[in-house]
Structures are given as structure tokens and as C-alpha cells.
């Protein structure tokens, strides 16, 4: 059986209330035992209730996590901004890293993403997918990340 094709998918949502402390953990503890039992990865980072979130694994079991996620609550403004297939995962050794970033460190990611302007969002091109999930793992490999 040959094996399935990587995949990834990054997406920001705003949280409907902000976590607390407690509920970020407990929110990890469940996510990383769903992610190791299904072959996921990724990272989340969170700034005072803003979320960006990298999942990888194969695309079925990351298009499923996804929409469980479009159906959750606690989202809101959810909105995919890069999907499709890699050569390799960048965060292979978190069934799930989280980050605290500082707001300022948030902005310039979305900035980067131009969310202020939606018809300069970048398209789902390769190229441009491949840009984004790189930049995500250079941003979270460079500052210290929570196991």
C-alpha cells in the first residue's frame, strides 16, 4: 500500500473569549493525544486570543481536524490561508508545539499575510503555500516552544 501523501494546512481563527492558562493546557493535553493517534503535526500559536495553527499529516485526517475545528465554539473568523501537499513535515517532533507570541510578533505574521487586505491574500498556489508553512517554521524554531 503505498504511503499517503503529506499534507498540511495553516489557518487563523480569532477565539469567541480568550483562553485562560488552564484552558490553553487543557486544550493541548486533548490535541496532542488526537494528533499522536492520528499521525498529526503542527504548532499552534496564540496571542491573546488570536490563533494560527499548522497541521500536517495526511490530507484526510487534516481536512477532518479541520472542519471539527470550523464547527468548534470557542472559533470564530476562522479562515484557511494555505493548504496542500509537502515533501516533509517542519514540526515532525510536536504532535502538537505551542507558542505565546507577543502581538507584535503576531501582526507582522499577518501582515505578512496582508489579512487587512483579503484580495491581496495569497493565493493557494504551491509556490506561495509552501512560502507561508516555511516561514511558520522558522518563525517557531527561532523563539522557544512549550512541549
Not at 501523501?5 to 484552558?23: G, K, M, N
Not at 503535526?41 to 499548522?54: E, F, K, R
Not at 490530507?59 to 490561508?81: C, G, N, P, S, T
Request: hydrophobic share 35%; charged share 20%.
Amino acid at each position: 500500500m503505498p504511503t499517503p501523501t503529506l499534507f498540511h494546512l495553516v489557518y487563523q481563527s480569532t477565539a469567541t473569549t480568550p483562553f485562560t492558562d488552564q484552558e490553553l493546557e487543557a486544550l493541548l493535553i486533548q490535541s496532542r493525544a488526537w494528533n499522536t493517534a492520528h499521525n498529526l503535526t503542527g504548532v499552534l500559536l496564540y496571542s491573546h486570543g488570536d490563533i494560527m495553527q499548522v497541521l500536517e499529516g495526511s490530507q484526510e485526517e487534516v481536512h477532518y481536524i479541520f472542519k471539527r475545528i470550523a464547527r468548534d465554539f470557542r472559533h470564530a473568523r476562522l479562515m484557511k490561508l494555505s493548504d496542500g501537499p509537502i515533501e516533509q513535515r517542519n514540526f515532525s517532533q510536536w504532535s502538537m508545539g505551542f507558542k505565546a507570541v507577543d502581538p507584535q510578533d503576531f501582526d507582522h505574521l499577518t501582515g505578512y499575510l496582508n489579512l487587512a487586505k483579503p484580495d491581496t491574500l495569497p493565493t493557494n498556489s504551491d509556490h506561495n503555500s509552501t512560502s507561508l508553512h516555511a516561514l511558520l517554521a522558522s518563525f517557531v524554531t527561532e523563539g522557544e516552544i512549550r512541549y
